[in-house]
């Protein structure tokens, strides 16, 4: 086993501890309207995504919401993570002569969607439009970005892959639901050249302090009476007793009862003290992040089609997740097709949403309006990239999905105040009703947690970029005209 897969089967045995630890056993009996007395949390040292410290909320098995960040003996990143089941819709599965295979199947994924903190960047915005228009080689060796491309100049980074300290962690709760509030600030953080010339020895050398001031909430309600879709799938048989997804078609959808676990952490950014090069005509600040949506299929889901065959049926429903923005031109679509974008894409709508055509997984939302040394500044957002993966996870299955390259620009001063969101949504222990009147719960599959934990290495910048020359796709690929706003419920399920 080399050393990677080693690092894998670690960190799988430690989110397998974690889960087992906040497992709350589902009760037969008829659910409250408000389950937010379900919620659980956990604490402290943790091996999670390279390790440090975590925090982490839970309900039930199917929906895990929390926040790992780096320690004075395990420094590490700030990863936003969450980890919940989606169902998908219920299959009815067809063969060619029209014969019932299966009724009523449970279109069930679990997906993680993270987001990781990487790096602070100093350029000069030669060209004033507020984005940075860069990409970044990969270092095969070494499974990390290497090199920074750009026309306009870069001097220098700072590293978010540090120590950060964590205040103490203060609980309130109130008719809307859960709080927790609590602050990581990482100090003292050291320059590192990207431009040959770049003076790193500037002011006193160091970003004196990068704080995340946390406002985490969370709350659980019953609901009845929401619907998802139906499909009829029609497989055919092949060769050696294959089964093939032929194709499907929509039908009426199936009323649904289920629980709805809501997340949601608010995370006031200040940026203190970056001394910027003297040789820097147009100043500014990139705060690069990651993100990562991935899907995991617990084995043994479906008994008729294999995974690659269930995955092709997701994929055809549209299901299996994407990242959605909005440019000036129309809506952005990014998925495990788009690979580079021929330039930096600035986001014209100060959000980027995560799922898939019926079931949202969740928000990475901020104010355009920030505040540099007490004056009001307008902050940009630019996408430069979106890989595809697929990594062997647990039972022959695998963890797959893709990761995003994005950043955040400010205006330079010495004191940078930002809030951003985080938040994720989804519908678990969802049952339906029977033509016959029983009520058909979805399974639980814990086990499949052990693959899911993959994606920590990916977040880590396994997968984000490729060698230098990767191909890019073209407009047509990735964007499409701009759309109405979905209401608030039907961005996760539509609701009657």
């Known amino acids: 086993m080399d050393l990677k897969n080693t690092k894998i089967a670690g960190m799988a045995l430690a989110l397998m501890m974690l889960i087992g630890a906040l497992v ?8 409250p309207a408000d389950l937010t007395e379900q919620l659980t949390t956990e604490d402290g040292s943790t091996d999670l995504l390279g390790g440090g410290d975590h925090f982490f909320v839970r309900f039930g098995e199917d929906s895990a919401f ?10 590490n990143n700030v990863y936003f993570v969450s980890i919940v089941a989606r169902y998908l819709g219920v299959a009815q599965f067809y063969n060619n ?17 993270a987001v990781k903190l990487d790096n602070v960047l100093e350029f000069n915005d030669l060209n004033q439009n507020g984005v940075l228009g860069y990409m970044r080689t990969y270092n095969e060796e070494a499974n990390a970005y290497s090199d920074y491309i750009s026309i306009e100049p870069i001097y220098k980074m700072a590293s978010l892959k540090t120590a950060w300290n964590a205040s103490e962690i203060i609980f309130t709760e109130d008719e809307d639901g859960k709080h927790w509030d609590f602050d990581l600030t990482a100090s003292e953080i050291p320059y590192r050249a990207i431009r040959e010339n770049a003076d790193v020895d500037v002011g006193d050398g160091v970003l004196n302090e990068f704080k995340l001031s946390f406002h985490l909430d969370a709350s659980a309600m019953h609901v009845d009476n929401a619907s998802i879709p139906q499909w009829r799938v029609t497989v055919n048989h092949g060769p050696l007793g294959a089964t093939w997804f032929t194709g499907l078609q929509r039908m009426e959808n199936r009323e649904v009862s289920g629980d709805v676990p809501r997340y949601q952490v608010k995370w006031d950014k200040e940026i203190v003290g970056w001394d910027f090069d003297a040789n820097n005509t147009n100043p500014m600040l990139l705060v690069e992040f990651e993100t990562i949506l991935g899907n995991y299929i617990p084995p043994f889901v479906n008994a008729v089609l294999n995974e690659l065959q269930y995955r092709l049926m997701l994929l055809a429903t549209n299901q299996l997740g994407y990242m959605e923005m909005q440019s000036e031109t129309g809506q952005v679509m990014l998925n495990q097709s788009t690979g580079g974008l021929p330039s930096a894409k600035e986001v014209a709508s100060p959000r980027l949403s995560f799922g898939g055509e019926w079931s949202k997984v969740g928000r990475l939302e901020w104010v355009t309006n920030i505040t540099v040394d007490g004056e009001p500044q307008q902050a940009r957002a630019q996408v430069m990239a979106a890989y595809a993966f697929m990594i062997a996870a647990h039972n022959g299955m695998t963890f797959a999905g893709f990761a995003s390259l994005c950043g955040i620009t400010y205006a330079a001063g010495a004191a940078i105040v930002h ?9 678990v222990n969802v049952s339906y009703v029977l033509d016959d009147g029983d009520q058909a719960p979805f399974p639980f599959w814990l086990l499949m947690m052990a693959g899911v934990v993959v994606g920590a290495v990916l977040i880590s910048a396994l997968i984000l970029a490729r060698r230098q020359g990767s191909g890019s796709r073209s407009k047509d690929s990735y964007e499409r005209p701009a759309s109405e706003e979905k209401s608030e419920w039907s961005e996760y399920y539509e609701k009657k």
Request: one cysteine or more.
């Open 24 to 31: 709350v056993p589902a009760s037969a009996e008829a659910a």
């Open 66 to 75: 929390g926040i790992v960040w780096g320690t004075e003996e395990n420094p």
């Open 97 to 113: 002569q029209g014969e019932l295979l299966r009724a009523n199947h449970s279109c069930k994924v679990y997906t993680m969607y």
């Open 419 to 427: 809030d951003p969101t985080y938040s994720a949504e989804s519908m």
